[in-house]
């Protein structure tokens, strides 16, 4: 049962453990989880990114043996010849991180529980109200039917519409799957605080690779909407490396170029409408299915690597 709107659920302090206490009050929390749907690898990749290149801290970790499901996610270990060598142990952590014009804020980061989903949210929301934070902001990232030729767009979401005022929305309601990070910012706008989040639209056809661009699209509006001074810019030259390859190899490829040529015709459209748009939506006598773009697209990969190796 979950717990009553406004209240939070008793949390047995032994879910987490508080290393040291933040600097200050009011800080902003960034939260991004893997496990879910992490298209392009954007959300690893920005925290990876973050953590690479500012000061940060630990202030408290949760215990992931409570919350984590090895079966399913395994980690890996180190065989060497003939003994265990190495264990890459999992670590749900919360940093506090020193931006490029030294605000500090935390961040959330590490593997989705499996389990225990109302403790864990509730462990959150207590650290929150601990911690005096301001705001919270959820990052993720989702395959969609978008080509890699135009800007990177997101859809943005909160517990109060004046968070994401100047966002457009792209969908009306509809049921998903649920995750962690959802459930969190469920439950701090129940207990009236402030949460807000971005999931970026990444080319279906790029969803199982690593994809920077997405990662600095990400970063560029946590930026954007928090004033935080972060090293996106750094990511560029990632970025445009992977755009040159991706572009190499579909010049190889006719039929791979017409489909991202109708990719483009359909986001032009849907982006000069004026009535609520889906990038979900498509033609299906005109546009293939994100499933069939990837799929051909692989395929082409997968052939050009193989007449590359011989």
Do not use: K
């Amino acid at each position: 049962m979950r717990p009553a709107r406004g209240v939070i659920a008793d949390v047995d302090t032994e879910l987490y453990q508080v290393e040291e206490r933040p600097s200050g009050l009011g800080m902003l929390l960034v939260h991004a989880l893997t496990g879910f749907v992490d298209a392009g690898q954007a959300g690893h990749l920005a925290v990876a990114h973050l953590l690479a290149n500012l000061e940060h801290r630990v202030i408290a970790t949760f215990d992931i043996d409570q919350l984590l499901d090895y079966r399913s996610r395994r980690p890996m270990m180190v065989f060497d010849e003939d003994r265990w060598a190495g264990y890459e142990q999992p670590e749900l952590v919360l940093y506090e991180v020193e931006d490029c014009s030294g605000t500090r804020f935390l961040l959330l980061t590490g593997p989705e529980p499996d389990l225990q989903w109302e403790r864990f949210a509730a462990a959150v929301s207590e650290l929150v109200e601990d911690f005096g934070i301001s705001l919270t902001v959820g990052l993720g990232a989702v395959p969609m039917a978008v080509p890699h030729t135009r800007p990177v767009v997101v859809t943005a979401h909160a517990t109060r519409r004046e968070l994401i005022s100047g966002y457009q929305r792209w969908f009306n309601t509809m049921q998903i799957p649920g995750h962690a990070g959802a459930l969190v910012e469920l439950r701090l706008g129940e207990l009236g605080h402030d949460a807000m989040g971005f999931v970026v639209h990444v080319p279906h056809y790029l969803a199982r690779v690593e994809y920077p661009e997405s990662a600095r699209g990400l970063l560029e509006h946590l930026a954007r909407s928090s004033g935080l001074d972060l090293p996106v810019d750094a990511l560029l030259p990632a970025a445009q490396q992977v755009l040159e390859e991706v572009n190499e190899r579909l010049s190889r490829s006719p039929q791979i170029m017409s489909v991202v040529t109708r990719l483009e015709e359909q986001f032009d459209a849907v982006m000069s409408q004026e009535q609520l748009p889906s990038l979900l939506s498509a033609d299906s006598e005109t546009l293939p299915t994100g499933d069939e773009i990837a799929a051909e697209l692989e395929q082409f990969l997968a052939e050009q690597d193989g007449s590359t190796e011989s």
